[in-house]
C-alpha cells in the first residue's frame, strides 16, 4: 500500500497498519502529531520521522525531510532517512571494544567497522507504541535483549517526540542497562532540505555550527583520538556560510563529527542554525549531547523517496547529536558507558520559523 503522508488525515493514517516483522507480533503503523501549522508524521519502523511539515515565508506548507513512501523502501533502506538509530549510533572501530575486562566483536557493517548499532539497528526494529495524543507526543520504546548484534546486556529504551507549542518538537531519548554495563549512544538520523524534500540539493543552505573543533577520522572515518581546531579549515561553520562555499576542498562532502562548544548551560547547549534563504525557512536546534554528526549526503545516489522525487547527492543534510564515534576505544572521549542503576538521556529541540 502506498501513501503521502502528508495528503492523509491523521485518521487514514492510524488505519495503516501494515505488516508484521521480524517474527513478532507487532503492528507496524503510520501516526501523526498535529499542531497549529506544524505536522510530524511517524512510524514504529525504527522510530522514524517520515515528515516534518512546516509553513514557509510565505505561509505554504512544505514537507521538509527526506524519505519514502511506504514501509517496504524503509525495511530496504540504506540511508537511514529518518531513523532513531542505534544501540551505538556512528561508527565503532574495528567492530570490536572491550568494557570491565571483557572483549566484544561486533558486527562489521561498515568497511570491518560498525556503524549505527549493525546490521540491525535500531533503525531496523519494529518498536511499541507505548502511548499517543495526536495534538501532543507519542512515545516509542523497545527492549533489546542481551548480546543483541553483540552488545552486553537488556537495555530498555523509549523515544518521545513531544510538540512544543506550534513552531518547536522535542525528541527525548532514554536508556535503561537492567542487568549488564553497556555502550548507548543514540541519535535520530532526519535528512534536512529547508526548501522542501523534492527540490534538489541544500549547498545553498546557510549553516552555522557552535563547535571550535573536530575529532579528525582515518580514511575508514573512525577519530584519531586527537581534536583539531576549525579555524581556517572547510569544517569552520562559527559564522553563517552556505554549505556549498568551501565543500569542494573537501573529499566531495562533509561527514565530520563536531565538538560542541560549551554555553552558558553547562547540561544543554546551541548546536546549529540551518537556513534557506529561497523558502526563508530556518532550522534552530539545541541538545544536551557533546557532539554533533554533520553530514551532507555526498553519497546519495538516485534513490526514489516521497512522491516521485528522486534524491541525489547533497539531497539533505543530517544533523546528529550524539556521544563521539568510537569513544568506546578512547579513553580521552566523554564515555558512553551506561551501568546499571544509571539512565542514559539524550535530549533534542528543534524550532521552525520562516521571514
Do not use: C
Not at 42 to 64: F, R
Not at 119 to 137: I, L, Q
Not at 339 to 354: C, D, L, Q
Amino acid at each position: 500500500m502506498m501513501f503521502k503522508v502528508y495528503l492523509v488525515s491523521s485518521f487514514l493514517l492510524g488505519l495503516l497498519l501494515l505488516a508484521q516483522a521480524n517474527g513478532n507480533d507487532k503492528k507496524i503503523g503510520f501516526y501523526e502529531l498535529k499542531r497549529g501549522n506544524m505536522r510530524l508524521n511517524l512510524t514504529n519502523y525504527g522510530a522514524t520521522i517520515v515528515s516534518v511539515i512546516v509553513p514557509d515565508k510565505h505561509g505554504k506548507l512544505g514537507d521538509i525531510t527526506l524519505g519514502y513512501d511506504d514501509i517496504e523502501q524503509y525495511k530496504n533502506d540504506t540511508w537511514y532517512f529518518g531513523a532513531l538509530v542505534g544501540r551505538v549510533a556512528n561508527r565503532i572501530g574495528d567492530a570490536k571494544f572491550t568494557l570491565d575486562g571483557h572483549k566484544y566483536k561486533l558486527p562489521a557493517n561498515d568497511h570491518g567497522n560498525t556503524l549505527h548499532g549493525g546490521f540491525t539497528g535500531f533503525g531496523d526494529v519494529v518498536w511499541n507504541v507505548k502511548s499517543h495524543k495526536e495534538d501532543s507526543y507519542i512515545t516509542f520504546t523497545y527492549d533489546s535483549h542481551d548480546n543483541e548484534q553483540g552488545f552486553p546486556g537488556r537495555l530498555e529504551v523509549a523515544v518521545s517526540y513531544m510538540l512544543i507549542g506550534t513552531d518547536k518538537y522535542v525528541v527525548k531519548m532514554i536508556a535503561k542497562p537492567l542487568d549488564k554495563a553497556t555502550p548507548v549512544n543514540l541519535a535520530q538520523h532526519t535528512y534536512w532540505n529547508l526548501g522542501g524534500h523534492n527540490s534538489g540539493d541544500i549547498l545553498s543552505h546557510q549553516v552555522q555550527i557552535f563547535a571550535s573543533n573536530i575529532t579528525p577520522v582515518d580514511q575508514k572515518l573512525i577519530p584519531t583520538g586527537k581534536f583539531q581546531s576549525v579555524k581556517g579549515t572547510p569544517y569552520d561553520f562559527l559564522e553563517p556560510r552556505e554549505v556549498g562555499s568551501k565543500i569542494h576542498d573537501l573529499p566531495g562532502l562533509y561527514d565530520m563529527n563536531y565538538v560542541l562548544d560549551k554555553g552558558s548551560n553547562q547540561h544543554f547547549r546551541k548546536v546549529v542554525i540551518v537556513k534557506d534563504n529561497v523558502s526563508g525557512r530556518k532550522l534552530e536546534l539545541w541538545s544536551n549531547q557533546p557532539g554533533l554528526q554533520f553530514y551532507t549526503s555526498g553519497m546519495l545516489t538516485s534513490t526514489k523517496g516521497k512522491g516521485g522525487a528522486t534524491y541525489n547527492k547533497y539531497g539533505g543534510i543530517a544533523l546528529e547529536t550524539q556521544g563521539f564515534p568510537d569513544s568506546v576505544n578512547h579513553p580521552n572521549f566523554p564515555s558512553q558507558i551506561v551501568r546499571p542503576g544509571e539512565i542514559y538521556k539524550h535530549y533534542m529541540v528543534y524550532r521552525f520559523t520562516a521571514s
